[in-house]
């Protein structure tokens, strides 16, 4: 009896998880609150009436952020290679990938808290100033989160807890993460790439 119990499943099977689908309507909601946060900004841009301008202080610099966004798509190409790993059974490509993938994002954060810190107005100076702290702060949390979850599943994965068999929590995670990357290419393009087209916005 024993022997048969060992060989039973222990945990989710791949994808087949109720946390994947869980993970997709989180990702759904909150793809919606981004929606929504971005439509705010390209709303007040075309108001004539808005105190201050769309973006306040002229164009931001794009080489830090720019450099920046590299470095989370970096990230985001490491958690897919550990995806990779980890169904053909390699643990230590799949240590490797999460952790550099978090290793990446906490650079991330740390260049956007410097970029903060260098910008010539406060939250609450203009409708502009209010909008651009607010979205990035708020993409900001879900950084934290997104390099908490990659750096519980390195540890995991470093005990040895998935194999190619067992990774839907892998997945699940990584799922999350490249949601993460992909919003900031959003708020990129709002932010640093449309003053440069002469958009309003």
């Known amino acids: 009896m024993t022997e048969r119990l060992e060989k039973l499943p222990v945990g989710a099977m791949d994808t087949r998880a109720s946390g ?15 929606a929504y946060l971005l439509f705010s900004y390209y709303y007040l841009a ?31 190409v490491a958690v897919g290679w550990a995806q990779l790993g980890i169904e ?28 903060w810190a260098d910008r010539p107005f406060a939250l609450s100076s ?23 979850m990659l750096l519980t599943l390195t540890f995991w994965s470093w005990r ?9 929590h892998i997945h699940i995670g990584a799922l999350y993460w490249h949601f993460v990357d992909a919003v900031w290419i959003a708020v990129f393009f709002t932010f640093y790439i449309t ?3 002469g958009l309003k916005a």
Not at 20 to 34: G, N
Not at 88 to 115: P, T
Not at 160 to 168: K, P, V
């Open 195 to 197: 003053p440069l087209l």
């Open 88 to 115: 053909h059974d390699n643990k230590w490509r799949l240590v490797a990938g999460l952790g550099s993938g978090a290793l990446l994002g906490a650079v991330f954060l740390v260049i956007q808290g410097f970029e």
């Open 46 to 76: 075309v108001q004539p009436h808005v105190p201050g301008t769309f973006p306040e202080g002229g164009p931001p610099p794009l080489g830090i952020a720019a450099v920046n966004t590299a470095i989370l798509l970096a990230s985001s």
């Open 126 to 148: 203009t409708p502009y100033s209010s909008l651009y702290f607010v979205i990035t702060g708020f993409h900001m949390a879900h950084v934290v989160v997104g390099v908490l």
């Open 20 to 34: 994947w689908w869980a993970m997709i309507f989180t990702i759904f909601t909150e793809a919606s609150l981004f």
């Open 160 to 168: 040895g807890l998935f194999n190619s068999r067992r990774f839907a």
